[in-house]
């Protein structure tokens, strides 16, 4: 249910959420209109310090996988604001798009993706995707000449299918999502295309089988006509939930809930964060039961109001909020928390500080308030180690550096002892 307060919310925010869904919704190719999205990113989400360039990017990368038509249009954006920028490093960034950046810039965001490098590169994979006068071309334009050329072609299999990353034997399976299946049908794609003359056509000449993946695609996609024709042969379910939240369409998220009865839980909490869709986490949140929760995931949008609206529907939220926030790199979330009180040397169970968990993360810009605010730089957790200790054994150069720059003692470390500490990178797990 959307309550005053929700929209308001929305409407305060609406520069970040507007901004947001101008990235997953792309649909253009020009690039007039491109260098204006990346005006509209630089001054509305960077330059307000809402997100940090290194965020933008994975956020673009992210969005490309579920809107590959354009993936040109992503690629030149991600270009301007990494030319300005100059990020190096991103944790957790798809290890394709890591390795077209490395073919391009000879730089790796994230070192853990430079071991499929050499498989991409027998696969040849490129931004020509997909290759010209090729059957999924044509669906992607929705050409429905081209696609009939293909079908009078002797040997044409209508059932024909296309690998998913977990199957990964061909370049196409690093370009699609998985959501369930293993593989995708000619007409599952359509939907995912959003081609609806395709679709139509492979449901007249073919009687091609809608299947739940081509529902869960459509609400993908958004196309009306294919939407309405899947909902006939196939019920939503959760898996399409995440995609009406991929979609950033809060319409879609709200016609499941009322119509289907499908709540928003806490994996679509989740989703919610990690697609950037503040209506959806506004609508969703008041459905889960443990408000608590809904605090932590509340700080990643780094907007102060959005979390503090949490509090508001009621629970206990005493706790290491200003560890949390380290983690999920909130600046301004940590200045709202330490101009409320909050002990920036304050230590967790572990012993450790949030700057440890700063370090862990890579949080340069949330360690920059923390130091602002006298946070003990060499402090030790119980394992005797230092926020240095953490950003050096994960290889987070940016802060490591930022560390050092600030008077951390500068130790090397031959041994490699975070094995034995099992200290996850998610946030959300450190703070529950």
Not at 270 to 291: H, M, R, S, T
Request: proline fraction near 3%; charged fraction near 25%; charge should be negative.
């Amino acid at each position: 249910m959307v309550n005053d307060k929700c929209i308001k919310l929305m409407e305060s925010n609406k520069d970040y959420i507007d901004t947001v869904r101008e990235i997953y919704r792309l649909k253009t190719s020009d690039e007039v209109e491109i260098d204006n999205m990346y005006k509209n990113i630089k001054r509305k989400l960077i330059e307000t310090k809402l997100i940090s360039p290194a965020k933008v990017i994975l956020m673009i990368s992210i969005a490309l996988y579920y809107n590959n038509r354009y993936i040109k249009s992503y690629w030149s954006l991600f270009k301007k604001i990494f030319e300005e920028y100059h990020p190096k490093q991103i944790v957790s960034i798809s290890p394709l798009f890591d390795y077209l950046v490395y073919e391009e810039y000879g730089i790796i965001f994230d070192k853990e993706n430079k071991k499929k490098f050499e498989y991409f590169k027998t696969l040849n994979c490129s931004l020509d995707f997909p290759e010209s006068n090729t059957i999924i071309k044509a669906i992607m334009d929705d050409d429905v000449k081209l696609y009939i050329s293909f079908t009078e072609k002797e040997g044409f299999d209508k059932n024909q299918i296309f690998k998913s990353p977990f199957n990964p034997d061909t370049i196409y399976s690093y370009f699609y999502p998985y959501i369930g299946a293993i593989r995708y049908t000619l007409i599952e794609l359509c939907c995912y295309y959003g081609a609806v003359n395709c679709f139509k056509l492979l449901r007249t000449k073919f009687n091609s089988k809608i299947t739940k993946e081509c529902l869960q695609f459509s609400f993908l996609s958004g196309n009306p006509d294919i939407l309405n024709e899947c909902l006939k042969y196939q019920k939503p379910d959760w898996w399409s939930m995440e995609y009406a939240i991929i979609s950033h369409n809060i319409d879609f998220v709200t016609f499941l809930m009322n119509e289907y009865n499908i709540e928003i839980k806490w994996n679509h909490i989740n989703d919610c964060l990690k697609y950037n869709n503040i209506p959806a986490f506004l609508v969703g949140i008041n459905n889960i039961e443990d408000k608590i929760m809904c605090k932590k995931p509340a700080m990643s949008f780094n907007i102060v109001s959005i979390y503090e609206y949490v509090p508001s529907l009621g629970g206990d939220f005493n706790g290491c909020s200003l560890h949390c926030c380290s983690g999920y790199d909130s600046p301004a979330i940590a200045e709202f928390l330490i101009s409320n009180g909050a002990d920036v040397n304050k230590k967790d169970v572990y012993g450790r500080t949030a700057l440890h968990y700063a370090a862990i993360d890579n949080s340069v810009r949330t360690a920059e308030v923390l130091i602002l605010h006298g946070v003990d730089i060499n402090a030790k957790d119980k394992g005797g180690h230092t926020a240095l200790f953490y950003a050096e054994n994960y290889n987070n150069e940016e802060i490591s550096d930022f560390l050092i720059s600030h008077g951390a003692e500068n130790k090397s470390f031959s041994y490699n002892e975070i094995t034995e500490l099992h200290i996850p990178r998610d946030a959300n797990v450190l703070c529950r």
